[in-house]
């Protein structure tokens, strides 16, 4: 960590506060959830979830239109056209937008229509890719490599900031380990270690971490005790026909019931669920 130079605390209360639009916050006192499918499959799946969560305390939109799957058979996404859906339930519900990028070529297509945009763990290394997204005027959801160290994930941020871009937000996403009961391992110590770190927010995935979604409700929970500052949760209207990661993917109704039961461990811990426009005004 010693090369570290822009994303290390410089003193005890120093946070960045990153913004996805005028009224979500990631870093201040509120939790952030951000929720939708794996992948963005049609425009009334999206319109579906973007109607239910918008009206839930969820305040980000997330979908994959480039999807990084195993197989090269499998359902690689929409693209372009996943990108126009997903602005589309924008425009109508007012929720941010958060997808996936694997490529410089994607950069710009998706930065004309998201709110963040996403490096997924197969890319946290992906050294010309950080440098490019060092110069976009969006904020940066940096997931963890599936084995990286804290180490190489501050690295693989230091990357961003040191070329142009502040708006970095951390995601632990679970890592591998020996045991396949669970998809990965959610890594809570690297939670509070990367917040005691860094300044920058660290939000949780318990949906790539568990892989299972009777899992996630508990693990979701658990971040938010630990001290995350937000969490990215995938659902889908008819969860086992998700075309990807169908088995940790929640209902809606059953992530709406979700974000209900973390209003109290958030408050347990200084902060709401919620928006900056919710910010309950001092008495
Ligand atoms: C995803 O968010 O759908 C995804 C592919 O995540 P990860 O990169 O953490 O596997
Ligand atoms: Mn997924």
Redesign the pocket.
Known sequence: MKEAKLSLKQHANHRTVVNLSVDVAIGDKSVVVIGGP?TVENQQQIDTIARRLSQAPVHALRG?VYK?RTSPYSFQGLGVEGLEILASARSRYGMPIVT?VMAISQIEAIAQHADML?V???NMQNFDLLKALGEVDKPILL?RGLAATIEEFVMAAEYILAHGNPNVVLCE?GIRSFDTYTRNVLDLGAVVALRQLTHLPVIV?PS?AAGKRELIADLARAAIAAGADGLIIECHPEPEKSVS?ARQALSIEDMIQLTHSLEPIAAAVGRFLGTQAAVPVAA
């Open positions: 794996c994959g990084p996936e996403q997924g763990s197969r997931k996403r995935d790539h990661d």
